[in-house]
């Protein structure tokens, strides 16, 4: 069973940041955060991950709270093309992702 | 050039036949998977190999045989095929080592279609 939690979907303003909420209320110490994205008909691709620091990449940035129970995917600019199910899975230790639902981001103009 | 490669990318076929699907990286990882997403679009993972060994074995029908040759290819072989086995099935390959950030690379899928 996934270890996180999402909403359904969200939508966003073309041209707004997208803030994707994630709980991980269960996550062990040094069990890392993963963010995928999944375009329609499309394989999974990665986004970004973290431990306990904020991370930030050309895609996107990762914000984990303190006690590292949440996490925020943050799409500073969403476009059209981001319109994607975004997947936040927490890494187990045996190397193994698990995939929840995800949540669906619809970017509209 | 296309990372991971899958083939078919798509498949239809009748109840009781024997399908296989193809998996290739060319990233020089060491460990490969495949994963099913069914018709709710859930994605599960059902194998993993490492340097051709199996290391992850979900909970999957025996029908379903997956095989190494060597470490940049993991084929997926189904007998006896069932309705329940139309999905997309996704290889992905990453790399184990230390220094690794445990990035999955996915192919494009193989949609797979029992009639």
């Known amino acids: 069973d996934a270890k996180t939690t999402q909403p359904t979907s969200m939508d966003c303003a073309e041209g707004r940041a997208a803030n994707l909420p994630c709980n991980h209320s269960t996550i062990s110490g040094n069990e890392y955060v993963y963010w995928y994205r999944q375009i329609h008909s499309q394989g999974p691709q990665y986004i970004i991950h973290g431990l306990k620091n904020n991370e930030t990449n050309e895609m996107a940035s990762l914000i984990i709270t303190e006690d590292r129970k949440s996490s925020t995917l943050i799409l500073p600019h969403a476009t059209l093309r981001d319109t994607a199910v975004y997947y936040c899975?927490?890494?187990?230790?045996?190397?193994?992702?698990?995939f929840g639902q995800g949540t669906t981001l619809q970017v509209k103009p | 050039d296309t990372a991971v490669s899958q083939t078919p990318k798509y498949l239809v076929t009748q109840m009781g036949n024997d399908k296989s699907i193809k998996c290739e990286q060319n990233?020089?990882?060491?460990?490969m998977y495949w994963y099913k997403q069914d018709s709710k679009k859930f994605l599960k993972i059902m194998f993993s190999y490492n340097n051709k060994e199996l290391i992850i074995n979900e909970t999957v029908p025996n029908r379903f045989s997956p095989k190494s040759p060597d470490k940049a290819h993991l084929n997926l072989h189904i007998n006896s095929l069932e309705l329940g086995d139309s999905a997309v099935y996704f290889c992905?390959?990453?790399?184990?080592?230390?220094?690794?950030?445990?990035?999955?690379?996915f192919g494009e899928g193989s949609r797979l279609t029992v009639l």
């Open positions: 899975i927490v890494r187990l230790n045996t190397g193994k992702l698990i």
């Open positions: 992905a390959s990453s790399h184990r080592g230390s220094g690794s950030t445990g990035e999955l690379f």
């Open positions: 990233l020089g990882h060491d460990t």
